[in-house]
């Protein structure tokens, strides 16, 4: 997990709980039903929508935005070159052993090798890649359609409990803590919207940019080495992927 | 009748509805002219932009999405690998009386044996495609439509009784009830909106994107038949529109 | 005027009135100066960035919208069809005094007897379309604006009966009734938006969707003519555009 | 300036007036330091995100997009029929010294005669075109910003005179006094957004769009007019991009 | 820095600073552990979802975007021109050791020089361009993610202080006060979101959208080079991309 990742959830978590046991006891805050109906209310909600297998294919895309090591673009310029060069040199088919770490360039090059032409193996890879774009989408908007639903259902739960405050407004005593209790529910939707599934929906959206971004340079890889282009040419065409800081580090590791 | 979509439902319904119970009686929530100005204006409301044709073809289109099964890609795959292998070994027009269990595949290949060409049949199976989505298109505006006018019905409902409340101030022990029925339209407007009318306009674009996948899938399929392609080929080109997991599952059954 | 509208309107309006009958005296909820302020600025600010053209232009798409009957896309299939035939049979030239129901499709029809090939058709009637489709917008956008416009000059107006209620609390049997007619502006804006101006924004995007397409398969239609292509096909490419139900129609109609 | 635009300024501020004066006095509205917050705070936060010239550049194409006099299609359709007329008899370069009232359809008309191909001065014309959308949408972008921010900073100042009342509830007579006057910010807010930056960024989108589409017409007629076409095609062409109502009164001139 | 920018972000706080002091003592609306737990629960959402790495990133763009100098157009259009004379007199190897100060162009020209066709020149081009603004816009979704989570962080903390000050009414005399604390980090979040967190968002928007238009005109001059163009066709094709007052400027300072 990216230690980031790690620092943002407890110190936000942290925060929240230390405002809550300045004014006393934190466990003013803790309020089962209340939690019940928000995020109870939520997930059931989203079930409404999706099925199992898609909330649960969601939690797999979620973990793996945050568990799994982000693929090195210059890494995948390195391999396509020491790739276009020994093809350039022995024929397209001495790849056909060689052992490629980048899945996605793997199996483009393998499809080559097959004889499949460029052009083909070109629409192969793209459709693979929207297939890929569209399932993190999925899974974005699993986790924004619970952002939107969480405050909702916080509201939902607040109005339930005024309206009961409301009817018996008998003892003025008591008015206070009812109110109290009716806010937890907006609190609650507020947090879990706010602290979990929004930023879960923008690391997903930043991570489908870093693979869609990361893919495009691998297919641009494959055509070039399909196409026997000229290993300078290749460098300057894929090193234009490259932000500015990452083509530094290029140059040191390459220097 | 998705498992998932059974259990959201009642659910959500039951955490709502336990929620409200807990606090004293339940019928305390239940106010006929309160939801016949939320769910009967939100309604209202739509006819005004709706023919009522299009709200029922809305239903429809659903209950098509919660009770329809969703078609299989990897079935669909088989098909053409099948019948492109018939095609090339018996020639096109052997395709005559296969039995195609996909409709919108069968139509495609219909259309080839009956001497269109491949663009041209291309052409309107894309033509029908669009239509097809265009239409799904409309039924998830209605209910998106319901959903954003349901909870300014409902704060039309609270602003009414609110108007009424602060008319007749005379008895202070009235002001609590009165202002509780007052934000039950509030309530009621946000539970339609949240729990039902929201889940099945999200329901609808994920059920019309996996439509146009699966049938994005099979005009591919389609060309390819109608060209002649090996099946290795359309092999790859296929498999491409599927996930790792249906890749995997496919390899299974296959093997 | 499509029943549908009829009812829904009737039914809105009829709802809203009832609940505030319910309370007591409906007079209560009517407050000229507040209705005023709502409606006139809602249309003054429309008026500051349209010109009164484009408004009354609005006006005139709406009634459109409401009061002229849609289209069949079935005629227009049938119409091209025999229209096909008989330039296959008798020239294109026959068609010069062909008395055709649908003007955009006439318009094409006679562009091509005035010897125009058909790209350029193509390309013109596409630009009438857009100019159409353009001119459906900006009424779309006025009546969007006046919907985002109304519960604003709702708001203003709450906030001005406030800020003159909190400058003279002597008399505390005032404040309710006060707070009663300020309140009376922000429910005018919820109805003038909810009720009136977005249920019309929204018809006129269908009704934009609906002669788009009805232009489209003009379009095609006018193409199909001039190209001299073959009755079967072109009933192919055009019963593409239709809906499951609107085929099932024209299958009835046609056997 | 448009009339329109004229009559909605003043009814909107008059009618916001007026029911301001009918509680009492005007002057209980006119709050300085809040007026300071509000509009000085827009103000001060679109300074930071934009140079003091792109904001004098938007002030430039708001008053341009008031003031100035919108261009006629049909006398540029006019323009266009009877320079290709010319061109067709004497040939391009007798275009030479012909006055043009429309500059850019005059400056297209001067890089063909240049000799410049048609291919060539329709991607310069487009450039332009877009350049100069590209500016107009900054101006709509600055209003929009300022229509977005003034009603945050009201709530700004109604928060911070909020905050202050609060600190002090000693003298009871005094909070409705208090409140009233943090309540004015929001008003000024809503105002500002409503009745002024937001009517004023939708008129610089509409302006934009007509200048694009006259913008449009003029690229069509030159490329026509250096295409040497015909002028029963050309006019046909360019009266597509006419509304049925801009039909009808050139054809009258024209009759 | 631009000087609009530091007079909009002193103005800015400035006025708000005032109309806070009016009202008595500034010190009142200085609460630390409110402005922890929006300040640090807007920053701790932010590193949920980002890396520090790309959090560090945003702030070095945003530093780029207040501090380094706007290219200008005009020196680039001058470059474009004298090269391509050059290279037309002396052949484009002449180009090899000419200083060009804008980096982008001289990389455009140096990979034509080196033997690169055209078309691969500005595909390569075109890829850095793409790259550069994915940077970018990852860095305006930065600060668009704080601007919209630092408002819901103040509504936590408003959440916080509410309950706990509903659960402890005894003390009348101290509510006003509790209340007044509670408003505080709402206060806060809208500071940080409509002054510095959406400000920083649009200057970034407006900032990329230069530099593309920067680049796009490059790209254009370099295909001109490399093919050899005529130097009045360029400038003819360049100063498209001008305004009306880049334009004049130019011509002053050519003239």
Redesign the interface.
């Known amino acids: 997990m990216?230690?980031?990742?790690l620092?943002?959830?407890i110190?936000?978590f942290g925060?929240?709980g230390?405002?809550?046991a300045?004014?006393?006891s934190i466990a003013?805050?803790w309020n089962v039903?209340?939690l019940?109906?928000v995020a109870?209310?939520t997930v059931?909600?989203?079930?409404?929508?999706?099925?199992?297998g898609?909330?649960l294919?969601a939690m797999k895309v979620m973990l793996q935005a945050f568990f799994l090591k982000k693929a090195s673009p210059q890494e995948t310029i390195q391999s396509v070159v020491d790739l276009a060069a020994k093809a350039r040199k022995e024929g397209l088919v001495s790849l056909e052993n060689e052992d490629i770490p980048d899945d996605f360039l793997a199996r483009g090059v393998r499809?080559g090798v097959?004889g499949?032409d460029p052009d083909?193996v070109n629409?192969?890879?793209l459709?693979?890649m929207r297939?890929l774009k569209?399932?993190h989408e999925?899974g974005q908007?699993i986790f924004k359609?619970m952002g939107?639903?969480a405050p909702?259902?916080g509201?939902?739960?607040t109005?339930?409990?005024?309206?009961?405050m409301?009817?018996?407004?008998d003892d003025p005593?008591a008015?206070?803590?009812a109110?109290?209790v009716a806010?937890?529910t907006?609190?609650y939707g507020?947090?879990i919207?706010?602290?979990m599934c929004?930023?879960?929906a923008?690391?997903l959206?930043?991570r489908t940019?870093d693979e869609v971004?990361q893919k495009t340079l691998a297919i641009a890889g494959v055509e070039a080495i399909l196409k026997g282009e000229n290993s300078?040419?290749i460098q300057?065409?894929l090193e234009?992927?490259?932000?500015p800081?990452e083509k530094a580090e290029r140059e040191k590791a390459a220097g």
Request: hydrophobic residues 55%; neutral net charge.
């Open positions: 990216d230690l980031a990742t620092i943002g959830l110190s936000a925060l929240i230390a405002s809550m300045t004014g006393g003013a805050f039903p209340g019940m109906i109870g209310g059931a909600a989203t079930l409404i929508n999706e099925s199992l898609q909330v294919g499809l097959d499949l083909a629409g192969i890879l459709s693979e297939t569209a399932r999925r908007a359609f939107s639903t909702a259902m509201m939902v739960g109005l339930v409990g005024l309206v009961q409301l009817q018996e407004l005593a008015i206070g803590p109110m109290a806010l937890l907006t609190l507020a947090i919207a706010f602290v929004n930023p879960i923008s690391k959206e930043q940019k971004s300078l040419v300057s065409k234009a992927y490259l932000s800081a």
